[in-house]
């Protein structure tokens, strides 16, 4: 069993940064592909950045590349997205998540769910 718990969102102007963090408990964090999701008022839930066990393999949305990094400290159980140049339609829930499997987590369907974070980008 994982839990996890995002902390780090807020209120922020379009051009600003937040860092999302995401701490899970349990000792085999390095086996979990882990990634952030985000759901809008009235969208359907989205991936955002997906990373891999190691670190060394990441994935990011077209909407989000180039202003967005996930990373992930294995030692500290945790992984962040560092988001910059942000814009109002990256406002959303932000949600955590965590599988064994990268595929899954890719379709979205990954096992442990993070309770997630608001994130309020205004213009």
């Known amino acids: 069993q994982v839990q996890l718990v995002e902390s780090g969102g807020g209120l922020v102007q379009a051009g600003g940064s937040l860092r999302l963090s995401c701490v899970a408990s349990g000792r085999t964090f390095s086996s979990y592909a882990m990634g952030w999701f985000r759901q809008g008022t009235g969208k359907e839930r989205e991936s955002v950045a997906r990373?891999?066990?190691?670190?060394?393999?990441?994935y990011y949305a077209d909407s989000v590349k180039g202003r967005f990094t996930i990373s992930r400290n294995n030692v500290k159980n945790t992984v962040y997205l560092q988001m910059n140049s942000l814009e109002p339609e990256d406002t959303a829930v932000y949600y955590c998540?965590?599988?064994?499997?990268?595929?899954?987590?890719?379709?979205?369907?990954?096992?442990?769910w993070g309770q997630g974070t608001q994130v309020t980008v205004t213009s």
């Open positions: 998540a965590a599988d064994y499997s990268g595929d899954k987590l890719r379709r979205g369907v990954g096992e442990y």
């Open positions: 990373i891999s066990g190691s670190g060394g393999t990441t």
